[in-house]
């Protein structure tokens, strides 16, 4: 799997759009990129996941660059609930296999009341 | 619908116990996997299943054993618990998959500290 690359933590306002960044630069043709978020002392939850085009679904919304290298996953209007961990991860199916994903360290988000 | 369950949530062993950690799904899914996490750190893959009966390693196999006997539940054994082991545990399930989708359901974690 390709490696990725993330800030250790960002701040955002409350009722602001939270704007994380994840760089892959290594990312192959057929790897897609996915988001989990981990709230404290819970197991990780998924968020979204895409290949080439933009995606959105209730919870967020993923913007990937059309090189493929960096993608962004933006919170529209987050609250405090959103603090926590959040991951981004790239995934290849591999077919057969059950494929475990590979989780960095991922960025810390703070939403400031 | 429960989703994804671990029993127990806390342990506390001494060195060399052994102890078995259960994951149990309701969602019929095909695909287990059994996850650690320490301090600070991601998650890492210890073993993982494919369907019931089946196991393979993940990337940090050693000291562990897994069955899958029952296509629900996914078993997480340490027969000679060392400090090392001192992590939170996590289980996932995700349903039988097609081309790039891996959507996994977590449990809530196990907490294990070995003294």
């Known amino acids: 799997d390709a490696k990725t690359t993330q800030p250790p933590s960002m701040d955002c306002a409350e009722g602001r759009a939270a704007n994380l960044p994840c760089n892959h630069s290594t990312i192959s043709g057929n790897e897609y990129v996915y988001w989990y978020r981990q709230i404290h002392s819970q197991g990780p939850q998924y968020i979204i996941h895409?290949?080439?085009n933009n995606e959105t679904n209730e919870m967020a919304s993923l913007i990937i660059t059309e090189d493929r290298k960096s993608s962004t996953l933006i919170l529209p209007h987050a609250t405090l609930r959103d603090t926590a961990v959040y991951y981004c991860?790239?995934?290849?199916?591999?077919?057969?296999?059950?494929?475990?994903?590979?989780f960095g360290k991922g960025t810390h988000l703070i939403i400031q009341p | 619908n429960a989703g994804v369950t671990q029993t127990p949530k806390f342990r506390v062993l001494k060195t060399g116990q052994s102890m078995t950690l259960l994951c149990a799904q309701d969602?019929?899914?095909?695909?287990m996997y059994w996850y650690r996490q320490d301090p600070g750190m991601g998650l890492r893959l210890i073993h993982y299943s494919v369907g019931e009966g089946t196991t393979a390693k993940g990337e940090v196999p050693d000291g562990y054993n897994v069955s899958r006997l029952k296509k629900q539940n996914f078993l997480l054994g340490l027969e000679s618990a060392a400090p090392s082991q001192t992590s939170v545990y996590f289980c996932?399930?995700?349903?039988?998959?097609?081309?790039?989708?891996?959507?996994?359901?977590f449990g809530p974690g196990t907490r294990l500290t070995v003294t």
């Open positions: 996932a399930s995700t349903a039988a998959r097609w081309a790039g989708v891996n959507e996994q359901y």
């Open positions: 991860i790239v995934y290849m199916y591999s077919g057969g296999g059950a494929d475990g994903l590979t």
């Open positions: 969602m019929n899914h095909e695909y």
């Open positions: 895409g290949l080439k």
